[in-house]
Every structure is written in structure tokens, then in C-alpha cells.
């Protein structure tokens, strides 16, 4: 068993689709074929239903595909360390984050990373707060930067920024009681989310129990959440940085709600090897100004 063969076989798994995956790969539909093949063959076993002209993971491959991922991930791991004796001169630092954290809160931090670190790649996965914690955990990223706290004994988990919520409307509003929140009709991201997960902590302290809320509507993104309140669907709790511009704009209304302020976190694995290019970054973050826990 090769890494080419786990990459391939990664890929092919991860898009259902051969063709596709030898494309990204750069190598032949035949080669990425021949490489499942022989992975089957060594270890008589499917790893894939072929159904039509598709493919899906058999339980064998889903169990094979975590333990591919980890070893691609340690692969990667050890490559990283040799190339830094060199210095930061080179490398690729692989990131995920939470939607919000991503889309406003880390662009502007990654540029200056950029700028002072040219020759660093760095690359950057989209999941929310459950996702990239298990990212970080299995090694697909070093560093990941979530809006929720996370439970895990094998990730280091420190704050790193603050960021306020806001109740929005497309009509302002006097008063907030217990009886217009059981009553509103929300828009929600969905669970897992760490915005949604801090609305709901802002409504069990006042005794209301989530699962009471008239929630018409839960989708994937804070900007669909934003164009579903704009268009009259509801209201929704999300970041001042998400919906600043349409309150500036009064196409939107904050809301009199008091959230508290809430933080933003990064995360590591502890046993993982601590690369330059991952201190770097965190430096840079840093000098940014805010709170910043160093407790890894």
C-alpha cells in the first residue's frame, strides 16, 4: 500500500466519482482506477458499490477512509517538519473555520500572514464549530478557529478574538419579552453552527426552552440566513460583522436583545507537531490586538 493509492483512493471517495478525482490528482482515469483496483484486490474487499455509472463507500471504505485521512495526515505532518529547517521559506499550512470567522473575522489576518510570509500556501476549509473541531482532531488542518466551545480532551482550546450577536428584524421594536420570542418566527442556522448554538444559550437563560421557539426556516450559511430575514422571513440572531453593513444601510434593524459578548476560539491538536508557519500565524493574529489566551 502506497501514499499515491491512499490519495487516490481519498479522493475518489471523497467526490464519488473517479474521473473527477484523477482530474484534481493530475494523473489518468485508468491510473486512479487501477490504483482502487489493486487496494481491492490486495485486501479482497470492496471498497466502493458500483451503482450505475456511480460509486459510493461500502462500510469497509468508510471505516478505511478515516484511517487513510490520518495517514495522509501524518505523511504531511512529517514532510512539514523537514521542509522547516529551511526556515519559513516554503510549506503549506492547512486552516478551517466556523462561517463567520472565515467570511470576515480571518481574511483580513490572513493577508498580513501573506504579506509577511509570501512563500507559505495556505489553504483554508469551511465547516462549523462540530466540523473543524473534528478536523484539527484527525489532521486534516493544524489550526482551526471556531465561534462555539468545543469538549475534546485531545484539542488545545484558547481565545483568540470576541464578537458580538445581534437580534435582527426588517422592523424595529420596542421590547423583546419571553412571550415575542416564543412567538417570533426565527431563521436558524443549522445545529452544530456556533451562532446558533449561542442564540440558544441566550434563550435557555431567560427559561425558554429552545425547542419551543417557532423556527420556520434553518439554513447552511449566515448570508442565506441574512437574505432570509431581508426578504421578511423572520428574525435571526448573527455577528455585528455579518449584518453591519444591511443595519448601516437600514434595510435591517438591531433589536433590543442583550447577548452576551461572545468568543471566538482556535484549536490544536496537542500531540500533532507544532509547525512554524502554524506559530506564525497565531503571532500575527496576536498583533492584531483583542484577547488572546496562550494556553497551548
Known sequence: MTLEQLRIFV?????????????????????????????????????????????????????????????????????????????????????????????YWLPERLAAFHARYPQIELSVALANTEGAARCVLDGEAEL??????????????????????????????????NAWIREAPWVMRERGSGTRSTFEDAVRARDIDPRDLNVVLTLPSNEAVLAAVRAGVGHAVLSHLVVAPAIEARALFALPFDLAERPFFGLRQKERYRSKAADALLDVIKSFGGPFDWII
Open 11 to 103: 479522493a475518489v471517495a471523497e467526490r464519488e466519482h473517479v474521473t473527477r478525482a484523477a482530474e484534481m490528482l493530475n494523473v489518468t482515469q485508468s491510473a486512479a482506477s487501477g490504483a482502487i483496483a489493486s487496494l481491492e484486490a490486495r485486501h479482497d474487499i470492496k471498497l466502493f458499490h458500483r451503482v450505475g455509472r456511480g460509486i459510493e463507500l461500502t462500510d469497509a471504505g468508510q471505516m478505511f477512509l478515516h484511517e487513510a485521512r490520518a495517514v495522509l495526515a501524518r505523511a504531511a505532518s512529517a514532510e512539514l517538519a523537514l521542509s522547516e529547517y529551511g526556515g519559513l521559506k516554503r510549506g503549506n499550512l492547512r486552516l478551517v473555520a466556523s462561517q463567520t470567522i472565515a467570511g
Open 144 to 177: 482551526g478557529f471556531i465561534e462555539g466551545s468545543i469538549d475534546e480532551p485531545g484539542l488545545a482550546h484558547w481565545k483568540i478574538g470576541t464578537d458580538r450577536m445581534l437580534l435582527v428584524g426588517r422592523a424595529p421594536a420596542d421590547a423583546i419579552t
